[in-house]
């Protein structure tokens, strides 16, 4: 059973950073495109990064280029989401995704969320 668990989340003042994790079992990370995706308040569900892992390729969202950076840690099967200058805009929910074909909002498999609230 493909399982996504995130934490890391946390009250942060504008300019300081937070790391998400995303503990994945079920499958290994090179297998799948894995991704970060947040939903911030009253707003639609926003792509924020992904990882092409057949081609090897990144993506990031215009809004947090330069600033965040997803990596992983095969051994630990782990996704991280590393945020730095963070904005009040950056206030939302993240989630975590997981899918073996693409990763968009129809990625298959999607983690509970953890909650980065952004201060000014």
């Known amino acids: 059973e493909v399982q996504l668990v995130e934490s890391g989340g946390g009250l942060v003042q504008a300019g300081g950073s937070l790391r998400l994790s995303c503990a994945a079992s079920?499958?290994?990370?090179?297998?799948?495109?894995i991704g970060w995706f947040r939903r911030g308040p009253g707003a639609e569900v926003e792509e924020v990064s992904c990882r092409n892992s057949y081609e090897g390729i990144t993506y990031y969202a215009d809004s947090v280029k330069g600033r965040f950076t997803i990596s992983t840690d095969n051994a630990k099967n782990t996704v991280y989401l590393q945020m730095n200058a963070l904005k009040p805009e950056d206030t939302a929910v993240y989630y975590c995704?997981?899918?073996?074909?693409?990763?968009?909002?129809?990625?298959?498999?999607w983690g509970k969320g953890t909650l980065v609230t952004v201060s000014s």
């Open positions: 079920g499958f290994t990370l090179d297998d799948y495109h």
């Open positions: 995704v997981a899918d073996e074909y693409l990763c968009t909002i129809s990625a298959r498999y």
